[in-house]
């Protein structure tokens, strides 16, 4: 079993970035699919990003272009850069692993979340 604490989360002019974090714990990082899903008040979760084991990254077109997902396997982290943020991003964030799936909403572990809100 794996336990998840996001930070980095705030509010921030529209066009700025932010970077979220996922810090890992609990189990080998390194075995899990890692994805960033965020959830708006009113919309279902969206899938932002995610990154398997390996390294592979896929993006929603949301977010593609704007958004980086990256992995620190050292630091058990995972983050998300968030560049040329706009209001329609403001979200609750939250990070998920999963030891098999990858681009799914079925992800097995979660953490607790992060507000970002990007004012206009």
């Known amino acids: 079993q794996v336990q998840l604490v996001e930070s980095g989360g705030g509010l921030v002019q529209a066009g700025g970035s932010l970077r979220l974090s996922c810090a890992a714990s609990?189990?080998?990082?390194?075995?899990?699919?890692m994805g960033w899903f965020r959830q708006a008040p009113g919309k279902q979760r969206e899938l932002v990003a995610a990154?398997?084991?390996?390294?592979?990254?896929k993006d929603a077109d949301s977010v593609k272009g704007r958004f980086i997902i990256s992995r620190d396997n050292i630091k058990n982290t995972v983050y998300l850069q968030m560049n040329s943020l706009k209001p329609e991003d403001t979200a609750v964030y939250y990070c998920?692993?999963?030891?098999?799936?990858?681009?799914?909403?079925?992800?097995?572990?979660w953490g607790q979340g992060t507000q970002v809100t990007v004012s206009s």
């Open positions: 998920a692993a999963d030891p098999t799936r990858l681009w799914s909403f079925a992800y097995k572990y």
């Open positions: 609990g189990s080998t990082f390194s075995i899990y699919n």
């Open positions: 990154i398997s084991r390996s390294g592979t990254t």
